[in-house]
């Protein structure tokens, strides 16, 4: 069995003790005295905070020792200084608050020297910078306590206050990440309190990105995973697992990971009590004799959902076949509901578990010396790809999740699918890989046809967005206002089975002829009712509207011979207004604004 993590042998966890948090952290600071000099707001925080620690107690009882669980639980909260900073300014009144950020001065910020008229000749006689420094931080106490009173002491913050700020920290050795958390500290505070977020100045934001390109990126040194390398592992397997059935578990999971290109994370348990079930399951997976087709829910890059699905096929060298790997796993795993990979007793494979052996295989293999990191099979993913010749875009976009558009209709959407493939347009619009576009497109299709055809289309993966271009068959059957009727309550009852779908309605375009040897005006004006209630009714509570307005049936070159039917370039115009919505409502999912 893999190891568990934090277990050993003879060994027992401990139940920690909890620490009793008070209500308000400020409550617990103590009040300066009087005649306190006025400290910058990032001295005055942490004074604030070494007494807050102080308060709390952490050392327990004077010359008593302190427990591991204690130390551990110390350092802990040392170390979330940003979180202890905004639970701190949290507490504090706006005016406060800019009262305490306004008493810095250059020249407290700038360097050793002291302001002009305060201690030039003890800073003319310093022998070296350390000396100095201190030397000239008390000397400039009274000059920081003397300038509170000009400066302004309200928000938003001025950004001369945020640059002090930041040079501050930087002296102090601070990260560009450690100063970005802190401004994202005081961003959040400001627009908690409904004030404008000066954070975001181009002055400020140009001076983390100098610091950050002073110090450099740290080269990622982890070796990426080669085919010639998987091949060695699998032989190697049985050495470190207990039976044939652990060896199957982790020869899939491994080959997996290589040719899907998959974060661990995406595939395993985050650790033996995750009941999330954000990884892989059991049901997220179909196979056949030549295909492997993975649907992955959720990523890194995909917090909200989207999904993205995977399709593998067999390799030639039969040792890493990952549909052979598959298959005889899942012969062994039995159909048991849950996590894809999981052992014999039904505990999940954790990252933990996965990357602790496949580090043991390695290092029997005399590469253990080699940074290894789980992240390495993705690595060597794109590492084997550049090196076949695949293009780098292709490469960063193979896993990037796309939204899934379902576009369902009558003859409309039928030849609409047949004129994108022949044209320039392309089966996903032009859209590139911000989104799939699922054409389902059926001649004569009536409303009564709709709930069948779109719960069909959301077997496995319902559509992110759903466009709807059907109903203009109807209107010769039925009146408009049943017609409406019948819309909007499927659209209510698709939009309670699944909320995170938008509906994109694709207005009914006007026609020169109408089956049945109706009257063309009257279905025309008909049309035109069902589209201004419809449009009303989707704006308001399912999603978005697609319109046509360029359509008019004097524009006989839109149209075929029969009337009905759009010519190639009314089927031009079509898929121009369908393609601009759908850009429209994609932008809007990605959380930008649309053109």
């Known amino acids: 069995m893999a190891p568990k993590k934090g277990q050993g042998a003879g060994k027992g966890k401990q139940p920690a003790q909890k620490r009793q948090r008070p209500a308000n952290p400020v409550a617990e600071l103590p009040s300066g005295e009087e005649g306190e000099e006025s400290w910058p707001i990032w001295l005055e925080l942490e004074s604030r905070l070494i007494a807050l620690e102080a308060a709390k107690g952490v050392g327990g009882a004077a010359g008593s020792r302190p427990s591991k669980a204690r130390k551990r639980a110390q350092l802990k909260e040392v170390a979330s200084n940003l979180s202890a900073r905004f639970a701190v300014l949290e507490g504090m009144e706006a005016a406060q608050l800019a009262h305490a950020a306004s008493t810095a001065t250059p020249a407290a910020l700038m360097g050793p020297q002291a302001a002009p008229g305060h201690g030039d000749g003890e800073a003319a006689s310093q022998g070296d910078e350390a000396s100095g420094r201190e030397s000239s931080d008390a000397a400039l106490a009274p000059e920081i306590a003397s300038t509170t009173q000009g400066l302004s002491q309200q928000w938003p913050l001025p950004i001369e206050h945020l640059q002090r700020f930041l040079v501050h920290l930087h002296r102090k050795g601070l990260a560009p990440a450690s100063l970005q958390g802190n401004l994202a500290a005081l961003a959040f505070y400001a627009k908690l309190k409904g004030h404008n977020d000066t954070t975001g100045d181009f002055r400020v934001r140009g001076m983390i990105a100098g610091w950050s390109r002073e110090r ?6 982890r070796f990426p995973l080669t085919p010639q390398l998987l091949v060695r592992m699998g032989a190697h397997w049985p050495r470190v697992c207990r039976d044939a059935s652990e060896v199957s ?11 899907g290109a998959l974060r661990v994370s995406e595939m395993v348990a985050a650790s033996w009590g995750d009941k999330s079930f954000r990884a892989l399951t059991v049901t997220d997976v179909t196979i056949t004799t030549t295909c492997l087709t993975v649907r992955v829910r959720r990523s890194k890059t995909d917090q909200q959902g989207r999904g993205a699905v995977l399709t593998l096929g067999p ?5 890493i076949c990952p549909v052979r790997a598959m298959s005889d796993y899942l012969a ?5 509901a849950g996590y ?23 290092q029997q293999l005399g590469v253990g010396s080699l940074r290894f990191g789980t992240h390495s099979f993705r690595i060597g993913a794109a590492s084997t790809a550049a090196a076949l010749g695949y293009p780098r875009g292709d490469i960063r976009s193979c896993r990037e999740s796309r939204a899934r558009v379902v576009f369902l209709g009558h003859s409309y ?6 004129f994108a493939r022949r044209s320039g347009w392309g089966p996903n619009l032009g859209l590139g890989n911000s989104a799939v576009v699922d054409w389902r497109g059926k001649r004569g299709m009536r409303w009564r046809e709709f709930r ?21 068959n109807d209107l010769t059957a039925q009146t408009g206002k049943s017609l409406i009727l019948e819309i909007l309550r499927d659209f209510a009852a698709w939009k309670a089975l699944f909320p995170a779908s938008r509906i994109v309605w694709s207005t009914l375009i006007p026609r020169q002829t109408w089956q049945a040897d109706c009257d063309p005006q009257k279905l025309n004006r008909s049309r035109r009712g069902v589209n201004q209630e419809v449009c009303r009714a989707v704006s308001r509570e399912f999603g978005a509207v697609v319109g046509h307005p360029e359509f008019g049936v004097r524009r006989t070159e839109l149209y075929r011979p029969n009337g009905v039917h759009l010519s190639d370039a009314g089927m031009e115009l079509f898929l121009r207004d369908i393609q601009r919505g759908l850009a ?6 990605d959380g930008e604004p649309g053109p």
């Open 249 to 259: 578990l982790f020869r899939a999971a491994s080959l997996l990971a290589f040719f």
């Open 413 to 418: 959407v039928y030849w609409a699918e047949k």
């Open 452 to 472: 069948g055809a779109a719960w069909a289309a959301a077997q496995g993966q319902p559509p992110d967005i759903l466009l709807v271009h059907l109903g203009g």
């Open 332 to 336: 062994c795993r039995g159909p048991v």
């Open 340 to 362: 894809l990979f999981q052992h014999t007793d039904g505990t999940p494979l954790t990252k933990f578990q996965f990357g602790t052996l496949a580090g043991k295989v390695l």
């Open 315 to 319: 390799c030639s060298v039969e040792a």
């Open 584 to 589: 429209a409502e994609l932008a809007t999912l």
């Open 216 to 221: 450099g990126t740290i080269a990622d040194d």
